[in-house]
């Protein structure tokens, strides 16, 4: 039993960002390089979602306690937008509130997976869920699965060679962040077969599920026979309605084990912010073309992207980002490094090993973070330190080490 | 390895607060008792923290991410203030913003305690620490404390009797949720003293910093000797300016375990919403007045209560609450069928057990949660039902069983 100044085992497991090495070099640079490496979009929410437009009336509710569970007019709202949308048996008992996804993953994890038990996280993927296992003495079980599926690999053939005998539950993620990835009817029901094949929770990612480009499109698996019980559906406001400074999210699944989650969460922030709440009520309500517009501005920014960066990824499908295979511009220079000389070079992108750690030597672009004027100019210089990395040219720089400021990580 | 239906060793730890067994009663009722069973004020906030007036401009920052250690502006304001009243060596990487003092009390746990370790709550505390405690798969090892403390018990002998090979961390709350104790200087320094001897963290909730009542006075726990780099102090904007709605708390401490407990709570809640710390941030840069006159006013509610209720319980020497021992009043009937009784009188308190399993026969009485002749009126009613226990009288009622809506349970 250690004690002070010795730390707790859970938090000694939690790293921080890998992107944060490069925070000090990012601090000095005389110009701020364009911000592709965020998870954010650049668009302005639904006008009927503003902060002003739902505070206005000086509403005494917004300031006491409200209910951990999540305003009852949210959740009905909620419900019926999310039923339109063709998610089957919602009630309100089955929808809880939360700090946005990142709660609802944090409750939906620490409900399912005990200390020591594997959960399965599909790859390459959304970086806190890494952490989040890991906060909760489970062991994130990496499972290398978009790019492969993309590439023609059978979904339970890579599922059933990574199943473990300690694993309680399986993180998929679709529209996938960050590669994009929307599966397919058939790979989803495989994905269910596996769950209820092994008695596996599904813990179901669907911050994008607004975001899918047609032919792709977004299906709920928890619609699938058998998994209506043990899914764990995730909803942000974040994504849906570009809220991510209100944190509001949903988890949604069976009364049952969401009346145990519900406690996990109240342990954790007690209850929502009401006025975020009133907020995202109103984007729901009133945010159906908002919804349509943003979905066709990115499916464009996609678009543009899968034709004019020049770089290995497969196309989006869905989502905000499109995730390249660099290895073979990179040789033997770490990551992080060119991670670093870009930024000089006036864009910033995500480090692939945050998103799995079989993805060291991948990047993530951002398409949703700039306006298409703005998008091009950083893909073009995207596309210029490629091609200054293929020429095996270096970096034009005169400037304090960049090394140095990685602190000799990779 | 338990997998689908199973759920956590984590979640299964959880239970629901025991008010919610009275909530189906409360809910029959044909008109809402007199509350003073919850933990929260009936004061509006002060004016500058109104959040009309923080999204008045329409500031796009509010919308995306922010940072998860919490906005540089708030944190400035709050080492400012808090230097202000006398906490010593605050500095900006010492201050981390949380969701409440639930999120603070949260991360702060997680930091210290490993599963398996003992933390030391005194007691009678804020319900809320023996889950966080559980969820963290540490052990409460409730030591009763306030009540002994007041009655002249010896600080020191008391927790070196109580402490275990596996303590690991003390959680203190001064002035104390639920029995309005300030622990005077000398006995503040045991508790201090207690730590340093044997090596342990302290988590010192200090919600009701600004509440404490002459002669009686606040002092920070953390400024004497051995003790800053081993606590964690807790604020929360909930109960200094009457925004538990906005669920915004203050964890703060050495930036070196700090960090760690950033980490845990980006993974749980990863910031909190800006709008939230602009309307605080405001109410600590305008609210001092707000704050003398609210200490005025529940103070003036403090005494009228240690004159005018009519039970067994130590005066509020700050805070917001007295705990009563109603064992005497009681006899043989369970403490919850005479709360579900005092529902039908007209008035709901808090029962003793949420605040520590020795205290079955005790109750919280909330003396902030209404202006003051409302609060007259309840306690009256209050008054009437003792009166009724000490004469053995039946509740005069025409209705439903309350014992068949208490489930049995006391």
């Known amino acids: 039993m250690p ?39 650049f668009l302005e929410p639904p006008a009927a979602a503003r902060l002003s437009a739902v505070t206005s009336s000086e509403d005494r509710a917004l300031y006491p306690y409200s209910s951990p569970a999540g305003d009852a007019a949210l959740r009905d709202a909620f419900c019926r937008r999310w039923t339109d949308k063709g998610l089957q048996g919602l009630e309100i008992p089955g929808v809880h509130v939360t700090v946005g996804a990142t709660g609802a993953v944090q409750a939906a994890i620490r ?21 989040i296992t890991l906060s909760c003495g489970a062991n ?47 790979q989803q029901q495989a994905v269910a077969d596996f769950c209820v094949r092994h008695d596996l929770w599904l813990i179901s990612d669907e911050a994008y599920c607004d975001h899918a480009f047609a032919p792709a499109a977004h299906r709920f698996i928890a619609n699938l026979p058998g998994m209506s019980a043990r899914t764990a ?25 969401l009346e145990l989650a519900r406690r996990v969460s109240t342990h954790q922030v007690y209850n929502v912010p009401l006025v975020c709440q009133r907020a ?29 960066l020049d770089a290995r990824f497969q196309p989006a499908q869905g989502g905000g980002y499109v995730f390249c295979d660099v290895s073979g511009e990179l040789g033997d220079k770490p990551a992080l490094t060119w ?30 973070s700039l306006p298409l004027p703005q998008l091009k100019v950083a893909i073009e210089r995207l596309n210029r330190s490629l091609a200054r990395l293929r020429r095996g040219e270096s970096l034009a720089y005169e400037g304090p080490s960049l090394e140095l400021d990685l602190g000799g990580l990779s």
Chains 1, 2 share one sequence.
């Open 233 to 257: 559906s995730i909803y942000t406001a974040s994504k849906s309605y570009a809220l991510a400074g209100l944190r509001l999210g949903f988890l949604v699944g069976d009364p049952g084990w």
């Open 280 to 308: 995202v009520q109103a984007a729901i309500e009133t945010g159906d073309a908002w919804v349509q517009d943003a979905r066709a501005q990115y499916e464009s920014a996609a678009s543009w992207v899968a034709a004019n």
């Open 111 to 131: 409900t399912f997976a005990s200390p020591g038990d594997d959960v399965m996280i599909l790859a390459p993927f959304w970086p806190l869920v890494r952490g």
């Open 339 to 368: 991670l670093a000389e870009l930024l000089v070079e006036g864009v910033s992108i995500a480090p692939g090993v945050a998103f799995g750690s079989d993805y060291e030597r991948w990047v993530r672009v951002c398409y949703m």
């Open 3 to 41: 004690r002070f100044p010795a730390l707790s085992a859970e938090s000694n497991r939690l790293q921080p960002a890998v992107f944060t090495r490069l925070l000090p070099l990012l601090r000095r640079l005389p110009e701020a390089p364009l911000p592709l490496h965020i998870g954010d979009t």
């Open 140 to 186: 994130p079980l990496q499972v290398p699965f978009y790019d492969r599926v993309r590439g023609g690999a059978d979904v339970t053939a890579l599922l059933e060679a990574a199943l473990t005998p300690q694993t309680s539950t399986v993180y998929v993620c679709s529209p996938n962040n960050p590669d994009g990835t929307v599966l397919t009817a058939a």
